[in-house]
């Protein structure tokens, strides 16, 4: 059963850190792009990292350059996003997502990709 996990939130305050877990199963990471949404109440869910199948290449937002870094665990079937100087408007549910179409590469674009997890809630607040 294809499954994709995400753990890892919580409650933070700002300029602190947290890392988040997508836990894949189901199907080959390897072969695949991952990436990580976000969305805050009512606001659309934006994109904000994503990572090649290799790891090799990386994607992300404007607004968590330098603060945020993926990674990846193909032996493990983890993809990771480490989250550091959390702000406030860093607030929101994410979620992990894959993206059948994109191996080498990856964007942001919310179109390219498919099955995605739960969500794990972030919050930060002091």
């Known amino acids: 059963q294809l499954q994709l996990v995400e753990s890892g939130g919580g409650l933070v305050q700002p300029g602190g850190s947290l890392r988040l877990s997508c836990a894949t199963s189901?199907?080959?990471?390897?072969?695949?792009?991952i990436g990580w949404f976000r969305q805050a109440p009512g606001k659309e869910r934006e994109g904000v990292s994503c990572?090649?199948?290799?790891?090799?290449?990386?994607n992300y937002a404007d607004s968590v350059k330098g603060r945020f870094t993926i990674s990846r665990d193909n032996a493990k079937n983890m993809v990771y996003l480490q989250m550091n100087s959390l702000k406030p408007e860093d607030t929101a549910v994410y979620y992990c997502a894959v993206s059948w179409g994109q191996g080498r590469s990856c964007s942001l674009t919310e179109g390219e990709y498919g099955n995605r997890g739960r969500g794990t809630q972030v919050t930060v607040s002091s």
């Open positions: 990572i090649s199948s290799s790891g090799i290449s990386t």
């Open positions: 189901g199907f080959t990471l390897d072969y695949y792009a």
